[in-house]
Every structure is written in C-alpha cells, then in structure tokens.
C-alpha cells in the first residue's frame, strides 16, 4: 500500500506541474488580457490549451483526493478501525472515480461538435461553462469535505486528552487543507 500511495501522489504532483506548465502558456500567449487585446492567431491555440488545462486539472485533482484517502488508509489501517470506517473510505473512492469520470464527459460533450470549444465560429451548440463549473465544484466540495471528517470521529476516539484530540484534528484537516 505504501508504494501505491507514493506512486498516485508522485502522479498527481506530475500533473500539477502539468497544469502550472499550461497556465504559464496560457499567460505567455495572452491568456488575462482582454480578448481584443490577444492577437487573433492565438486565440484557437489559448482555446485550446485551455481545454487541455481542465482536464489536466481534474486529473490531478482526482489523484491528489485519492492520494489523501490512501493516506488515510495507511494511518488507520483496516484491521484496526470499525466496518463504517472502512467501507467509507471505499465509497468516497468511488464517489471520487464518478466525479472524475463526469467532469471528463462533461468537458468533451460541453460542445456539439467538441471542436467548437475552440473554434466558436464552426456550427454546432455549446452549453453554458458556468454550469459545468458549478457541476463540478460542488461534488468536489463535497467529496473534499467527506475526506476532511472522516477521521475525525475515530481521533475522537482515541483514549487522550481533549487538548491531544483537538491537535491531531487539526493537524488532519491543515494536512489535507
């Protein structure tokens, strides 16, 4: 389990790094000005790389939630915690995988014909990003805030003092802050 955790962390900072790299073109090609501002010829590559930077971003995001739950599973290991507690981790896990997997469909099916996300002029119908945006964080948040407490009823468990019990909590949910 050890070497699994290291190997989804490592990835899920690779593509964190991916995500800054395109950012950085992004703003090299003009991205932050105001579209009258950008040369036309860079406004399908800005497209572009933009549609790319999402699903760069939901993929690190995705790793980096399962490299927390993984975690989890090695400070609190299965043999040592009640069914809930194990079976929880499983879920959110799978509720992770959902998100990730609708994110993803729901960049690539956000236009009709997926071209149009960057080359507006072409027919076809787009749906509203704000929509997608909210889609998105909100099951993310959720899923952030699942990870956050679930150790906490298990810390509050443990046989220690209050002020202990509220240190570890906090370090838990700075840690995954």
Request: hydrophobic share 50%; glycine share 6%; proline share 6%.
């Amino acid at each position: 389990m050890d070497e699994e955790w290291l190997k989804v962390n490592s990835s899920s900072q690779i593509f964190v790094l991916g995500q800054l790299s395109l950012t950085l073109r992004i703003v090299d090609l003009g991205g932050g000005k105001h579209v009258w501002l950008v040369p036309a010829n860079n406004l399908r590559i800005l497209s572009k790389i933009l549609f790319a930077t999402y699903l760069v971003y939901d993929t690190a995001l995705v790793l980096a939630k399962a490299s927390a739950l993984m975690f989890l599973s090695r400070v609190f290991p299965r043999y040592a915690n009640p069914r809930w507690f194990n079976i929880a981790i499983w879920v959110i896990h799978g509720l992770n995988i959902a998100w990730f997997v609708g994110i993803v469909l729901g960049t690539f099916l956000m236009c009709d014909p997926v071209q149009k996300t960057w080359i507006p002029t072409l027919p076809g119908t787009c749906g509203t990003p704000s929509q997608l945006y909210i889609g998105s964080a909100v099951p993310s948040v959720v899923i952030d805030l699942l990870i956050l407490i679930l150790p906490v009823p298990i810390i509050w468990r443990l046989h220690t003092s209050l002020s202990k019990k509220t240190g570890i909590t906090a370090v838990f949910i700075l840690g995954y802050s």
